[in-house]
């Protein structure tokens, strides 16, 4: 009998992708088949799977927790930002339109449909379907029509625990409010609450757990102290990625956040232009890089040995957004001077000498001068090109795989230099001296042989990390940590069969 529990947070970054992750781990590692899903995600990145559709990155992550390969049912609906003000909406992996806030309010609540659909073939197949809310159900404006949070847990009849954020302070105050603005079928629906990222002495916070149930009379699944190495998991937002420093690695000290070895070779340090849209987490937990992300209004340092221009939704916007802050010029004078630069998908598209968007697909018609650093010349339009690939760095021959995720067609002589073979396929291009490169492949750097010699090139030395074995040790030690301060017993007590998968 399949039986399901919602994660909904007393507001967004409360960590309930990450809970769900671990929570897929640790009931996998007990048996039971379990399933992630969102009803509706935001997310900056997204991930490609085997169908040839789009999930939210998060989802992936769930999935892996699971031993499962992502699919398009994990995540029916995903927003995924373009313009100001403007979304591209995924709808069962596929591109449906893109539209404003105001219009997306108004076409959800027909979306509800495919969206429970979607929740019931995954759950026709699994023991244990675990799912997350968006952001907060206390937006009590955004309730009509709902379809994140209790709009769906009502449709599907599923129960709810909620998390709220001790890091962030008023955890009293967010789980109590969040109960007193929910209705009074919604309350009922609520079956228990987390704390989250608690810092410190646990057993100070039992007054906060007894002043709780007072209030709400919901129990404590259990305090969860803050999970350091969560920032090693891939990140679902660009943005995510700059309050986390690596771990203290084993014979390393720190200094104002950045991390430093000591009886290690020559460390190299890569500069990424944040820009407000990808592949930078193997690099991150890379011991022998330093990883600075400039953030707007910072220029680009003149000490780095690379630049990486990421992958971008709004590749134009973002390329206006680039000269606004001056890095086109950081970037040129860095190219200059001998460095090297890497383009993403987007960041390969803006290395050219001009990107026009004739159809409007990201945003108002429009073309634009890229950087010129690479002959090539992009067009966007056509259908998105979504398919997971292998293949390998051409001047190299070290393995290479990820997924291709871009609009758009791609020529120019500089293409007679690709920088990858794809399944026998160029991609990419390679300037006339080798320091400047692009390629349409996302998930780049997870190949261990490719990453370690491309950083070799860089003078990067000492010991490269094994990435996909990381990631899975991180998440068992999540499962780990998590057994350790839930009572995941009464966690799957609380979960029930969601309607229509009830026996009758």
């Known amino acids: 009998m399949t039986r399901a529990l919602m994660l909904q947070g007393t507001g967004s970054d409360v960590g309930k992708s990450l809970l769900v992750a671990g929570l897929a781990r640790v009931f996998t ?61 995924i709808v069962c992996g596929r591109v449906h339109s893109a539209l404003s806030a105001r219009d997306y309010r108004a076409l959800a609540p027909s979306l509800l ?58 955890v009293i105050a967010q789980l109590v409010g969040t109960h007193a603005l929910l209705s009074p079928g919604e309350r009922a629906r609520l079956v228990g609450y987390i704390v989250n990222k608690f810092r410190g002495d646990i057993r100070l916070f039992d007054g906060g757990i007894a002043a709780i149930g007072e209030r709400t009379g919901l129990a404590c699944f259990g305090v969860v102290p803050y999970f350091a190495d969560a920032g090693l998991l891939p990140a679902e937002d660009s943005m995510a990625l700059a309050p986390h420093p690596n771990p203290l690695p084993a014979g390393g000290e720190r200094e104002s956040g950045v991390q430093r070895r000591t009886g290690e070779g020559h460390r190299v340090k890569i500069a990424v232009p944040l820009l407000p849209r990808d592949d930078l987490d193997p690099l991150r937990a890379e011991p022998g890089v330093d990883l600075v992300l ?130 026998g396929h160029p991609d990419g291009a390679v300037s006339a001296d080798g320091r400047v490169m692009g390629c349409y492949l996302h998930g780049l750097f997870a190949s261990d042989p490719f990453r370690r010699a491309f950083l070799a090139r860089l003078g990067a030395e000492g010991g490269a990390i094994a990435y996909e074995p990381m990631i899975e040790n991180v998440l068992d030690r999540l499962a780990d940590h998590l057994e350790q301060h839930l009572d995941v017993a009464a966690l799957l007590a609380a979960a029930r069969p969601p309607r229509l998968t009830r026996a009758a």
């Not at 769930?62 to 398009?72: F, S, T």
Request: charged residues 20%.
């Open 294 to 423: 400039v953030r707007p209004g910072q220029p680009l340092p003149r000490d780095v040995a690379l630049v990486i221009l990421p992958g971008s939704k709004a590749t134009l916007a973002d390329l206006a957004f680039m000269r606004e802050q001056g890095w086109d010029i950081d970037i040129l004078a860095h190219q200059r001077q001998g460095g090297h630069i890497l383009g993403l998908c987007g960041g390969y598209q803006m290395l050219g000498r001009r990107i026009a968007d004739p159809d409007g697909c990201e945003g108002p018609p429009a073309e634009m001068p890229g950087l010129g650093l690479l002959d090539i010349e992009t067009v966007l339009g056509g259908d998105k090109r979504l398919a997971q690939v292998t293949g390998h760095e051409i001047p190299t021959g070290m393995p290479v795989w990820g997924y291709e995720m871009h609009l758009g067609i791609t020529i120019g002589p500089g293409l007679k230099r690709p920088m990858l073979d794809l399944h």
């Open 29 to 89: 590692r007990r048996g039971l088949k379990v399933r992630p899903f969102k009803p509706q995600n935001m997310s900056n990145n997204a991930a490609v799977t085997a169908e040839g559709g789009e999930i939210g990155r998060a989802q992936a992550l769930q999935a892996r927790a699971c031993g499962a390969p992502p699919a398009i049912d994990m995540n029916p609906v995903l927003l995924k930002p373009q313009t100001d003000g403007m979304a591209q909406l």
């Open 113 to 170: 449909p495919q969206v429970l659909a979607a929740f019931h073939r995954l759950a026709a197949s699994a023991d244990l379907i675990l799912v997350e809310g968006a952001g907060s159900p206390a937006e009590i404006n955004l309730r009509a029509g709902d379809i994140a949070n209790m709009g769906f847990a009502e449709a599907a009849d599923v129960p709810v625990a909620l998390i709220g954020d001790i890091e962030r302070g008023g």
